[in-house]
């Protein structure tokens, strides 16, 4: 069964710091990796994908790949208040086009 | 950007009733729509995947007969809750994924039912 583990938090950060939040997959054949933003009560929003090992930067957002490790993580420079959320982070591949999706980690950045 | 709207964005009902939710793809065809439920606190669960003018996919667990899903055009699904319950009380979204950005899955805002 393939599943994706994020750990739930919540993860508090000061206003101004790097919050880093991390996942790890099980299905070995997956390919694209999604770093979604959910705030309470609304439906999610997609952040980034990565497909490729490395880091991919978007602004004050960086994904980072590691394909051998089956893990992915998400770098929020600079978090801001506004970044309070819960950040899901979803697989998909390894013959299925259906993304499977952690639980999401609890972000609170602080001022 | 792609948008996804949901309709109606919150409802409740009495016990017993049937609600049917509809999600639409504003701005692009959407050969693949996906329903998930979120319980509070709880991660997005897939309920069903249906692809435009076929049957719905339904996730194991999920009764096929209780929740009706109808992907009639490219940019229409409805999800019905038939003869709905409190324990079916929850938030459902839908995604939609186009044909051409295959990469991207696009959120609906969310359906919040409450049955009393």
């Known amino acids: 069964q393939k599943e994706v583990e994020q750990n739930s938090g919540p993860l508090s950060v000061p206003e101004g710091a790097i919050a880093s939040l991390n996942c790890t997959y099980s299905?070995?054949?997956?390919?694209?990796f999604f770093w979604y933003r959910q705030y309470s009560g609304k439906s999610p929003e997609l952040i980034m994908f990565?497909?490729?090992?490395g880091d991919k930067e978007d602004g004050r957002f960086t994904a980072q790949l590691n394909k051998a490790s089956q893990y992915v993580s998400l770098l929020i420079r600079d978090s801001q208040p506004s970044d309070s959320a819960t950040y899901l982070c979803?697989?998909?591949?390894?013959?299925?086009?259906?993304?499977?999706f952690g639980r999401g980690t609890s972000l609170i950045v602080h001022p | 950007g792609a948008v996804v709207s949901q309709h109606p964005s919150w409802v409740i009902c009495k016990s017993g009733t049937s609600v049917k939710i509809e999600c639409r793809s504003l701005?692009?065809?959407?050969?693949?729509m996906f329903w998930y439920r979120q319980f509070p606190k709880q991660s997005l669960m897939l309920m069903a995947t249906?692809?435009?003018?076929?049957?719905?996919?339904?996730e194991q667990g999920v009764e096929k007969d209780k929740f009706l899903i109808n992907h009639a055009s490219l940019t229409l699904s409805t999800l019905t809750v038939t003869s709905a319950h409190p324990e079916d009380s929850s938030f459902y979204i839908c995604?939609?994924?186009?044909?051409?950005?295959?990469?991207?899955?696009?959120f609906g805002p969310g359906t919040r039912l409450t049955v009393l």
């Open positions: 995604s939609a994924r186009s044909g051409i950005s295959y990469n991207e899955q696009f």
């Open positions: 299905d070995r054949g997956s390919q694209s």
């Open positions: 990565i497909y490729s090992n």
């Open positions: 979803a697989a998909r591949g390894g013959g299925s086009y259906i993304p499977t």
């Open positions: 701005d692009f065809q959407a050969t693949t």
């Open positions: 249906s692809n435009e003018g076929s049957k719905a996919t339904y």
